[in-house]
């Protein structure tokens, strides 16, 4: 009866945050039914969870093996058309692999893998299969994201002559300074999290905004990366100079030591006829300014953009955020799930993810090589 | 299986923005089911938005009338248990009473009633029945303010002493200024919208609000009201004097003529140590002043509250909002419907709707009999 | 040799805050020499504190009838053209009079005097005599209130609507709950501050903004203050119902017990078009709301008004503020000094002082009365 | 009989804005009586201008060399105790030499010289003759800065481990663009502005401020600059990763080309136990994060600090600004041509004049070596 896609789910149990982001976004266009998955390794925990948030005790699974191999017994018309992975970074590449092998699509959290190797496996899995792959870098779903995106492309601020992006965090501060405490945490070991630590879990995030927000190509990168401690493998802040294809340059600035930040991700993009503004703390706001204007402050409530026409969410005047911006991921992927073709500015696809592995290597590499410009292959 | 609420829901079909702020609500905290109900008087929009959403054909109903017979032939396990109202106003009070006389729950949209009197009718069906009726003042379920509602009633601002309460929109002004639109619109109609616009619509927000936070109860207003035009009957503009029991005084500010606000809610309180501010548009922060220290910024990410005790549903910095507070008025309404009772902070429930109906009424008795003090009654 | 107005200053002395912004606004735009004046009460202070300022011993007087005795010896090129009187309100009257009747204008700290009476017989001295009378309501000369005074009244956001201007402060909080404290403060005495404390004080303030900004004549008052303890003979709040002669409705909120507010003056137009806001506190920008635009941040530094012509004072990207604003009044007044006539837009006359003390009276006269309408005379 | 320093001032004449900030801020702490200068090299506009701003003819000269020479004639207590030196950046070194030789403290614009040569050998003139030499970095002036240099030196923020300093502009969007235009600037011309147009200009203030906060000493930049076009020879943007000589790594972002931006200059400090944070464009407000507690705003009109202790110049809740900044910088002066002596806090000297000649040329090198770190020389 229902037409909605039957989207499984992989992790995401308990009060896991990111777990609730995607449940309420896959349910907020009415597009998905979550109809099964695995939400815990503990058997108990996983089918308490399933009950508890409305979905059969005959779809819940103890792995993901047991979960592609039991959903390819059911009719075609019964089996999950696609799977959204939402466990630890390292667990990715393998559970998508299996995923795309089997004709499942995947909505991935990102970063895509732990490195550019494996992403770039991913993706000639799915380029040869033609499934479905979205990366959710959750923050180019944002209404206003997509409203600067149409504005740039339809030449508002004239050619782009400089970008920025900022993302500060403060959380890693309080595990720094010990070296137990830094010993402890995953995100800082190199087995369980890759080469990076803020570069991977944040400033891939603007690398891949600058991209989008521009539609440039950012081909070099030139990185001085922050450990603090001898004894700590992982970068936890980092500056990165940026140059495009094109010539444009600009910076990359991420940290996880700027103490007392939450979340604070900005982005501007200057032009040769004026610059935007935009920042997650504050993200139904864009500022518009022109040569020789006043500065104007466009509100989500009133945009119209292209990218988010089937349905407006939010009532008039009423705060936009988070949900609607994965939401509107979600969106874009039932959309090509649906019709097999899409708009690259409706959600990041695997192509996003893979060019985050590679940015996170590179900018490994290029502090490592003493500061030094290294090239990002953009193929 | 589920051990979630049966929701039903009359209105709120196609792109109804409120429609989709009750469905995503209810689902929110994964504590109610949405099984049936009416979503359009024409049959195929109203079968077709049904399947829409995921909702089986069978529990389509042609009217509310025919809904409430046709549940109450199914077993009692499967039958709704709450129905959450979102017609337009004039229609809530006669659905409500049908509702509650056949022993659904009540989630009804504000304003309550049309009237006082009608208002008083279902909160003696209410009193009688044992069943739970909650009234959405949505803003009521904002995290901030549910963390100012605790922090006054910790006494961090001390004794109140004065409260103003500001809620400006421009929505009206490209209308009423031309005697055909004005004529047109059903919110200037009395016979559609009772005897107030500006006060009943969103002046009775900051009415509640007010009463909310401090629960203080305001007893005397004295209003001016503003008309603009000799034709038009309804009022589309405020100022109100208000007094509360025990003498604090303040004031309640409303328009509709505000022109160029989206929706400029804003409250203010001043105790004898402190003072709380907190504005709509930017619903995550809550300006904290104590006399003689700096202003603290609150923001909704770090709060810990015990009227959000449950979950808390958002990742560190990123934005809360109406999907949030409507969702927690909605807990709310889950807790007390699965265990019969409840924390009257938790969700406004028939008595703020009762209160606000007087509210209005007193309103515009003071405004009519030239600017005098009425007391609104609180029994 | 300089063709600078010759000013003398009646108080001000020590490190008295108002002394420090009149002397920098005098000497800002290079009008005024201050030669001489009455700095203190004891002697060897008075002499000291000139000598600091730069001024000659020789024109330092005793007191201020010594003073006009003195000065009025001196040549005609020589003597004091203009005298500004910084004392205690309850001095202004009596200085003002003598100043008048000898010749002198006048630039005059606000409130006017203590009683409207006074008001009116200073009036008429400087209708006889001709000479300037300026009234030091700083916050009309700060830039993007001149600017927004223009805006009105050049249509850009159409006839007016609605006014609400709020002046809110909580410096009398720590001092209002004891009765010892507040017994003591001069500003609560009646005998040396008059009628009203908080709406003489700072509502006063708010008023003449309205009247300034859109040019239109508030007539009417219904007034509810607070004066939270029996004893306490002198307003500390209060919520103003106002009308001006055209119809258009509005409100003054002022406040002395808004706990921890420091001098939170705002001011907002509506219009038929769009709306204006202003914030003392960020007083470079004026946000510009028009029907169905994106709402415009203007700021001072791009400014460009008639009322501010003769010379910009800020570098571009530089805060405004307050010597600023008083330095445009004493611009005002040196225009008028020298050529006996001026815009009524460049600095508040005697008839806005008069205007003043009119609406204290009536205020206090609306709530005594039982929060009755009072006509303010507009003669 | 006055006891304030005697100033002559060349340069500044006309509508000259940075004339009227050194004439006002020289005047607001009534340190200093403007006795004489140069003010255009046309006499007659020298001599009318002098005039009008209250100078008497006697003292007006056609030149520095005529002025240093007649000034030694007249006896020491009427000479010239110091001149302030505000004419374009080639003409500072020949100027403050002379001036040193004979005698004169000097209070000179930034960039203290055009190359680091004559910095040096301007310092060592000072150092031999122990005159006072300040340049107006004016934004270290601010009271917040100096709120914020304090608040660092007594660990508010705990050890420093990120900096960040950024200063957008917009102004030469309008004219990089053609190749005629960006002939006719003089600021990129390299014999007019030296080797650095962003950089020299803004970009040293950004190095000032984070060395004069921290009290950090910076000696390894890394740059990559921007020309946007091969013809133009003067960079007019550019990104620059720093470290201290403690090891913290910071970055310094500088551009001329963020259309739109005014005069957008901000500091972000971060340490082990919190972090602050200001805007140019706001400057009486400062941020105050601590791990774990809530973000603080300290408003200038509450602060109390050591660097600003002889006189608040400001009503509590009126907003700072660039004139106290300036004054507190002319404050510092004044005391140590006073006394001969002072608090390195108090107003930038000739070392922070030299360190910021030696940082616009090693940036350069470093971005002309292929974005390769270059070590300041701290001597």
């Given amino acids: 009866m229902s037409k909605k896609i039957r989207l499984g789910i992989l992790g995401g ?25 695995v939400f815990s390794r503990d058997w108990d925990s996983n089918i308490e969870f399933a ?37 630890p970074n390292f667990l990715h590449y393998s559970m998508a692999k299996r995923l795309l092998e089997n004709n499942f699509s995947v909505i991935c959290e990102k970063p895509l893998t732990t490195t550019y190797e494996e992403a770039k496996e991913l ?18 779903g944002y209404p206003m994201i997509r409203k600067m995106r149409e504005m740039i492309s339809q030449d508002a601020i004239g050619e782009v002559q400089k970008v920025d992006a900022q993302y500060y965090q403060g959380w890693i501060n309080p595990i720094i300074h010990s070296s137990e405490t830094r010993m402890d945490t995953w995100r800082l070991d190199p087995k369980k999290s890759g080469v990076s630590c803020c570069i991977g879990d944040i400033g ?23 450990y603090l401690y001898d004894d700590n493998k992982m970068d936890i802040d980092g500056s990165i100079l940026i140059r495009c294809t094109n010539g444009v340059k600009g910076i990359i600035r991420a940290s996880q ?71 509107n991921i979600y969106k874009g992927a039932a959309k090509a799930i649906n019709h097999q073709e899409y708009d690259p500015g409706e959600f990041p696809a695997i192509i996003d993810g893979v060019r985050g592995m590679n940015f996170i290597e590179s900018v490994v590499e290029s502090h490592k090589k003493g500061n030094v410009w290294i090239t990002i292959d953009n193929k």
């Fill in 13 to 37: 149990g308990g009060n896991s945050l990111v777990g609730i982001l995607h449940r309420i976004a896959a349910k907020m266009h009415d597009k998905y039914d979550i109809v099964g998955g």
């Fill in 51 to 87: 009950n508890e948030i409305g979905i059969s005790s005959r779809r819940v699974y103890a792995d993901y093996e047991i979960m592609i191999k039991e959903e390819l017994k059911l009719p075609q018309d019964q089996r999950m058309q696609a799977v959204s992975i939402l466990t």
């Fill in 123 to 140: 993706r000639s899995l799915v380029d040869k299969s033609g499934l479905i792959f979205a990366v959710t870098y959750t923050y180019t």
């Fill in 204 to 226: 891939t995030h603007a690398f891949d905004m600058l991209e989008y927000l521009t539609q440039l190509t950012i081909d070099k990168v030139l990185a001085d990366l922050n």
């Fill in 257 to 327: 030591i700027a103490t007392g930040e939450n979340n604070n991700f900005a982005v501007m993009i200057y032009g040769k006829k004026g610059g935007l503004k935009w920042e997650q703390e504050n993200p139904r706001v864009l500022y518009f300014m022109q040569e020789g204007k006043e500065v104007q402050i466009l509100k989500s409530e009133n945009i119209d953009t292209d990218l988010l026409t089937e349905d407006a969410k939010l009532p008039p005047g009423h705060p936009d955020e988070i949900f609607d911006a994965m939401a």
